[in-house]
């Protein structure tokens, strides 16, 4: 089966069994921009939203929705809140949030991104800058 079909099959199966523990390793990886963007509405922040979801994603436009962030550097955490708090209090997060957003690594030299798009840089960029409070929309 195409990888897109084992992971659809794999989240229905979890939703299924109506857990109280929700564990997704990179749910998002192997999906299209638009299933993407139904599993994070209709099943994780939908069909789940009273559940406890754990979700190991590379995907960063997301983050501002979750409660928590843990962020990992060789298997240790290294910072952990919400993404504006994050932004700007881990150096280490915001030169990782910096290199995906704006498609930098850390010497400076441009690459594309796998979530490289305006409005997370956008956020970023704001949230970094203190330029809102934390609670108001980005």
Request: net charge negative; no cysteine.
């Amino acid at each position: 089966f195409p990888v897109t079909i084992t992971q659809r099959v794999s989240l229905a199966r979890a939703a299924y069994h109506d857990s109280e523990l929700i564990l997704l390793d990179d749910p998002l990886s192997a999906v299209d921009h638009e299933t993407e963007k139904q599993i994070i509405d209709r099943l994780i922040f939908g069909y789940w939203q009273n559940k406890t979801r754990l979700v190991v994603t590379h995907r960063l436009e997301y983050l501002e929705k979750f409660d928590r962030i843990l962020f990992m550097e060789n298997g240790r955490i290294i910072g952990s809140g919400t993404l504006v708090e994050l932004l700007r209090t881990n150096p280490k997060f915001q030169t990782f949030a910096a290199s995906v957003a704006f498609g930098t690594d850390e010497s400076g030299a441009h690459h594309q991104g796998p979530t490289s798009t305006e409005a997370f840089s956008e956020k970023l960029t704001l949230a970094a800058d203190g330029s809102r409070g934390e609670n108001e929309e980005v």
